[in-house]
């Protein structure tokens, strides 16, 4: 494997991690809101900064944008990379104007309301997106993990495909427990957080709720590229 793809892998899985991370946000660190905090500021700039890296290992692609056929499944791959830009210029730019650490030497004070539902809205749906994205570029992930065993195997396959089956399944459920619908439709305007809660429960049911859209994403890539292929 070429240093490049092991540095892409690396940065991608920093990226999934940053984001769960950043879900958790006041629960992080044993739920001390004000420590939370300020991880959750960190984190937030060195997500924006994996992201920027990420685009720069994949600079071909955007190079690419206006170029070429536009096929299904390229039109959406397309969409969703510019709703995830969306998600995280809204999420980076919100986040700047509530900081209270690491750009707090901007005075930033007006707005308040405004910017905490824009960062509310950036964070979930950009959540969704993200994970879809990923979900379209599985694929990939499972053709090199086929190169790296000896042979193939029915039963691995069909073990591996049931076990995204259980996951999805938990991710259905986690979502309306989460109430991730609630979030991204503004019914409700400030995400609650049981603080007595272990952090490694509240995690698993965001892994749950991101398998979920991965699988969607997966799926959402074989189906539109078979219909090309017909």
């Known amino acids: 494997m070429k240093p490049k793809q092991i540095l892409k892998i690396v940065v991608d899985l920093l990226m999934t991690a940053s984001l769960l991370l950043l879900m958790a946000y006041s629960l992080v660190y044993g739920g001390d809101p004000t420590v939370g905090e300020a991880v959750h500021e960190w984190l937030g700039v060195g997500m924006f900064v994996l992201f920027i890296l990420h685009h720069i290992l994949n600079r071909k692609w955007s190079r690419a ?22 998600s995280m210029c809204g999420s980076m730019i919100s986040g700047i104007l509530l900081s209270r650490t690491v750009f707090s ?45 000896k042979k193939p195997s029915k039963f691995r396959k069909w073990t591996f495909r049931g076990m995204a089956a259980l996951v999805a399944a938990y991710g259905a459920y986690a ?10 439709l503004l019914r409700v305007h400030f995400v609650f957080f049981d603080f007595e809660e272990p952090l490694g429960l509240f995690l698993l049911d965001y892994v749950a709720v991101m398998g979920l859209f991965v699988c969607v994403g997966y799926y959402l890539n074989v189906i539109l590229r078979k219909n090309k292929a017909k």
């Open 105 to 149: 030497f901007l005075g930033t004070r007006g707005g308040q309301m405004t910017a905490r539902t824009v960062h509310m809205l950036s964070a979930y749906w950009g959540f969704v997106f993200l994970s879809l994205h990923l979900g379209l570029h599985w694929g990939g992930i499972m053709g090199l993990a086929r190169k790296l065993t």
């Open 175 to 184: 979502f309306v427990k989460r109430d991730f619908g609630s979030y991204m």
């Open 65 to 86: 944008v206006l170029r070429g056929r536009y096929t299904a499944y390229r039109v959406l791959q397309t969409v969703l990379v510019a709703f995830v830009l969306l």
